[in-house]
Each structure stands twice: as C-alpha cells, then as structure tokens.
C-alpha cells in the first residue's frame, strides 16, 4: 500500500477520505487555497500544501499545482474525491506521467463516460437500454430543431460533459429551443469548458435510481445494490436512499445487470455509479459516474463496506475485498444533504455560520464547517450531509428527523426546513417517489412561515435587552468607566418602571 | 462561558407563565417555560441585533438592528435590480440607453456555478449599468438603474 495520499479535495469529503486513510495507516496531505487555511480538512490531514487562489481554477481545479503538491509531498496516489477534477481524464494522466496512483478509474473508462453522448452510443452497442434522443455531433441550432420534432416535445437539452443540472434546460416548445441551446452551451462551457450538447426526450417524473458499482484490475465486478434518489430540487439531489422502496425484485436485478453490463464494456476499474431512470416497468442509463459519490454514504451503512478503503485498495492493484456473494444489504438508510440554501427558492447562501450544532449523537454527520466558518461563494455550499440507518425505511426516516430537529444553524439560511417538511410529507413517508416530488408537493413543501407568535416576539425582546444590557456592561468595564445611570440605553427612569422601547422585524417585515 | 442574566419575574403575557432563562455562552442558550397547556424548551442563539429561535420545525429570527437602513425609502417607484445573492456577474446584456421589453435577461449571475438570469418584468430604458462581465457582487447590491415605460 502506499505510504503518503493526497487528498485533491476540501469539505466533508476531503475530511471523509482522510480518516480512512488513517485508520489504514497512510499518511495524508491536504491541499487547500487561499480561502481554506483554516479549514478543517486541513486539520484532518497529516500535512498540507498551500495551492494558490480561492477561484477553482487557481486551486482545485488547477493540474499543474496539484501534481507539483503530490511529488513535492512524496504521496504515492492522489484521491481526486468527488467534483473538481475526479472525472478529469487528463489530470487521471497527468498523475500516471508522473507516476502517482490516481485513486479512480483509468484514463480511457473516464474518456468512455466523460461525454455523454459518447457514453450513449457505446451503451447502446452492448445493448443497455437508452431514452430516446440524439447525441451526434452536430450542434446546429436548425439541426437540433429537427430532431427535437422527431423525438417530440418536451425535450431535454443538456451537456454532454455535464453534471449536477448544470447546462441542462427543458424545452416544452420549439420557439424555445434556440434561446435553451445558447444558454445551455454558456453554462456547459463556464461549468465544464466544453459546450458540446445532446438533447433527448424529456420523461416528466421518473424515478432517480443508480447502482453503486466497483471493478478491481483482475477483471473482477460487482455491485452494491442501487440508491433512490428521485428527491431533486433543480435537478440536484437532496435526499438519498437506499434501497429503493416499491422497486420489483426483477426490474432491481435487471438494473444491476445492466450496470455491470455497462461496467464491463470499458473495463472499468474502481467505484462507480450507473445512473438511470426508471419509469414503472423501464428503465433507461442515462449517465456514469466515474468516481464517488456524494450520497456513498446509504450504501455504505446498508451493506457495512467503506467504500473509500475499497478504492485505495484497488488503486493499489489488489483484488475486490468481497465477491458479488459475499455483499449483503440490510436495513434502511437515508441521507439528507443540509444546504445553506434558500429553503423555499433554494438560492445558495454565503456568509459565516456564527452557531452551528450539528447531531452526532444521532446520526452519521459528515461535515467540514463549525460555528465561525464561513461558507465562501467559491465553493459547494453544503454545510454537512446526515445519514441515518434503522432496520426498517420508517424506522430511518424518523431516526433522521429527529437529528435535524436537533440541528441548529445561524447566521445564514439553511434548507433546514425543507428537509424536516420533506420527511414529514405523507407521499415521502409512503415511498412512492419520483423526481416531480418537490415540483408537485410545493404548496405544503415551500410555503412561507407564518410569522412568530406574541410570545416568541416578547421572548426576542427581552433576550436583546440582556445583550444590549451586556454589552452596555463590557463597555463599561473596557474603559473603565463609572457605571451610572444616566448613561444606560435600556431604558432605565427615575422613580418609575423602566421603558424601551424597540422595533423588532421578522423576515424583513 | 456560562453567564448569568436577568430573570422574568413577571408574566409579560397572561398564557406565559415563569419563563426561565439559561445561558450557555453570551450569545447560546434555553428557554424553559409554560404556555398554559405545554411545556416548552427552546434553544436560541443572540447578538445585538438578532434572535434566532430553535424550534422543532423551523429555526424563528427575530431581528431588530441597531442602525436603521435610509436607503428604503428612497428605492420608492424604482425597481431596484439588486443582486439576489453574493455572486459573480457571467454576462451583461445591456448598455446605458438600452431600450429592452418585458422579459430581457439584462444580467445574468453566476452563484455556486448555477445561472441565475436577472429579468426585467416590463417594458423600459436602462439607464446606467453599476458593473461588469467579471464583477463580483454582494447581496443586495443594485445591478443597474432601470426607468420603466410611461414614467418620468
């Protein structure tokens, strides 16, 4: 095994990378930019290598630096994590030029999955089932319109190198279509520089379900069973599952057979993750993901495997830990991803969390930020992903719910909120999921607050007096002033009760 | 740091009955108390200017700032165009003069590598744009000064 790893990451997963690696013995080097020397993925990591400037670009994102970290470090591999470069084919061979294990698949399979549209054609060759569409070349806005009719509205434009929702657009109408291609291919070349899209036929509320795979370098492959993730907001998604309830015991094996159909085609080797749609009785691939995934963590508490330690073992040329019949599932777990996030419009949020108390007494918290951190406009705005685990779906969904009832944020907004209303709602509660969930359920879902009642308005009161009190106090103190009277603020009168009196708002009103 | 405050000796509302208070830190702290019918205990965090409730469902802030804002008055009768968001601006469609119709993207931001397209919902002239393709923005910064058709 090799001695010394650097993590190509920051936040949670930078963080969840490093304790395996500990608990295996390998040294760990951090890598951060400007924005994170105090981060505590720095912490978590044995060393650390300052990389340049807060944009990606200058940090994360930057090849040169990062290769020039690991050999300056001496690390023997490099764990890219999941987004910035781990599906980067040519940082994948920047560090095998420079003889450092990349902790991920090869070169080719990240080429073979990297473009969409390339993936599809392959897919369709070893007969993986695929939803109506066209992934060629030609990017002509004319030629798109043509076969967009063909395929029939609506349709969904997207980027072939795409991710995440971003450079996708649903076309309901072809007048549409043109203004769609345009800012599609903007956002696809900002978010991935490749502008390359491929529109398909827009299937209104599928299940979300992908398959957690891992292949090793003897030819060996196997799955870990599949994850619901029909829980999206702007396509994103926000709550994970696994497994998937009200899934057919034949349409599960079918997707699992398929997946390693998939797997085999380009000679994959490490963890990955086939994504597809599932329409009742169809399915259909719509795209892999070559590396871990940020929900990993629900197929780690059903099948008890620590997927980080299984890719640093095949990136160490070792043979897959268990057979396909050695891997069982068992129980239920559910994963919610706390944002800071608009609840109701989900904009990202940015600033400082000035009190953050997370429940790790309850649940898995795996998280990169504590009170005083802040939560830059650089980066993922994700505060802490909570993953619970009971024997039974009902029995998670209420474990987890009482985790973020016990979570506490301020200073920005969270999607706090939604998560709680999202795990309350009778249709999340009865499993029967699709990706229109939120879309559908958004009267109960993202209603505004009614605004606090008299008591707790009389409570915020008296609370500001006590820390305008307090502060008055340590003014004093501070320089050493005679405390009198006449200078209170607070209201203070002679010969009669005190009066303050103060304007209080509430959601700016 | 544990801390020592006032107590309410008196109930300030006729169905809150001896609410107490406990403090973990001078800004972290509980609320115990009775509302006629339920015991409550809620954990809140405080500074000067805000309170934030921790309640089961929600998390309630309740703000009163030291300084009031002037600008609100000011902003009357002109859409204000501000920033949703801190973020980066990606794309300026517009100039000063620029006459546009109800529906123009005149912005578009980048926050968090997602678009967010800034619209106008009438018809009007833009008349000064405050930033450029590249500029970072605050939240609630204005983007531009925009008269609507049939204004003076």
């Not at chain 1, 969904?397 to 907004?413: Q, Y």
């Amino acid at each position: 095994m090799f001695e010394k790893l650097l993590i190509a990451n920051r936040g949670e997963i930078a963080c969840r990378i490093a304790a395996t690696a500990r608990r295996m013995g390998i040294r760990t080097v951090a890598i951060y930019s400007d924005v994170d020397h105090g981060g505590l993925h720095v912490e978590a990591c044995d060393e650390a290598v300052a990389i340049g400037g807060a944009g990606s670009s200058e940090s994360y994102l930057n090849i040169d630096k990062i290769i020039n970290a690991a050999i300056q470090t001496a690390s023997g591999a490099i764990h890219p994590g999941y987004g910035f470069l781990s599906e980067n084919a040519h940082f994948a061979k920047k560090c095998a030029d420079a003889e450092i294990a990349f902790v991920g698949p090869p070169v080719e399979a990240i080429e073979a999955m990297g473009s969409k549209s390339k993936a599809k054609k392959l897919m369709e060759t070893v007969g993986v089932p695929l939803v109506p569409g066209y992934y060629g070349d030609e990017q002509d806005v004319s030629y798109l319109s043509q076969k967009a009719d063909r395929i029939g509205f609506p349709i969904l434009v997207k980027a072939s190198a795409g991710g995440g929702g971003r450079g996708m657009r649903i076309v309901e109408n072809p007048d549409a279509l043109a203004e769609a291609v345009v800012s599609a291919k903007r956002e696809a070349n900002a978010a991935f520089s490749n502008d390359h899209l491929m529109i398909e036929k827009f299937i209104s509320k599928p299940r979300h379900i992908e398959v957690q795979v891992f292949a090793d370098t003897k030819g060996n492959a196997v799955h870990l069973f599949e994850r619901d993730c029909s829980v999206q907001r702007r396509y994103q998604k926000v709550i994970e599952e696994a497994p998937a309830s009200n899934l057919s015991a034949e349409i599960r094996e079918r997707l699992f057979d398929s997946a390693l159909t998939a797997v085999r085609a380009i000679n994959y080797v490490g963890a990955g993750t086939i994504e597809f749609i599932v329409n009742s009785d169809q399915f259909y691939f719509i795209e892999m993901n070559t590396r871990l995934q940020v929900e990993h963590s629900v197929t780690e508490a059903i099948t008890g495997v620590d997927l980080v330690e299984w890719q640093l073992r095949i990136a160490n040329g070792e043979k897959l830990p268990l057979n396909q019949s050695e891997i069982a599932s068992e129980g239920h777990a559910i994963e919610a991803r706390l944002y800071a996030e608009d609840p109701i419009t989900f904009q990202p949020q940015a600033g400082i969390i000035k009190h953050l108390k997370l429940p790790f007494d309850k649940v898995r918290v795996d998280t990169a930020v504590r009170s005083g951190d802040a939560v830059s406009i650089y980066y993922d705005p994700m505060i802490s992903k909570l993953t619970a685990y009971d024997a039974t779906r009902a029995g998670a969904i209420s474990k987890l719910l009482k985790a973020i009832e016990n979570t506490e944020i301020d200073g920005l907004i969270s999607n706090r909120q939604f998560l709680t209303r999202t795990l309350r709602h009778p249709k999340f509660k009865s499993g029967l999921l699709d990706t229109g969930f939120v879309e559908e359920n958004a009267n109960s879902l993202l209603k505004s607050n009614e605004p606090p009642g008299q008591i707790y308005q009389s409570l915020a009161v008296f609370l500001l007096l006590q820390q305008r009190f307090w502060e008055y106090e340590d003014i004093c103190k501070k320089y050493n002033k005679i405390t009198s009277p006449w200078d209170e603020k607070i209201g203070w009168r002679v010969n009669s009760p005190g009066l303050f009196k103060m304007d209080i708002s509430y959601d700016g009103k | 740091m544990r801390r020592e405050g006032f107590q309410i000796l008196e109930p300030f509302e006729t169905e809150l009955i001896s609410p107490l208070v406990f403090w973990d830190s001078k800004n972290y702290g509980s609320l115990q108390f009775e509302t006629g019918i339920k015991k409550i205990k809620v954990n809140f965090y405080s500074d000067l200017e805000h309170v934030t409730f921790f309640l089961e469902e929600q998390a309630v802030s309740i703000s009163s700032p030291l300084k009031t804002t002037l600008s609100d008055a000011a902003a009357v009768d002109e859409k204000s165009f501000a920033a949703p968001m801190p973020a980066k601006i990606i794309s300026v469609n517009v100039h000063n003069g620029s006459e546009v119709t109800a529906g123009t993207v005149l912005i578009i931001l980048e926050a968090m590598k997602i678009e967010h397209p800034i619209r106008t919902t009438v018809s009007g002239v833009v008349e000064t744009v405050f930033f450029a393709e590249g500029d970072i923005v605050e939240e609630g910064d204005q983007l531009l000064k925009f008269k609507p058709n049939g204004t003076n």
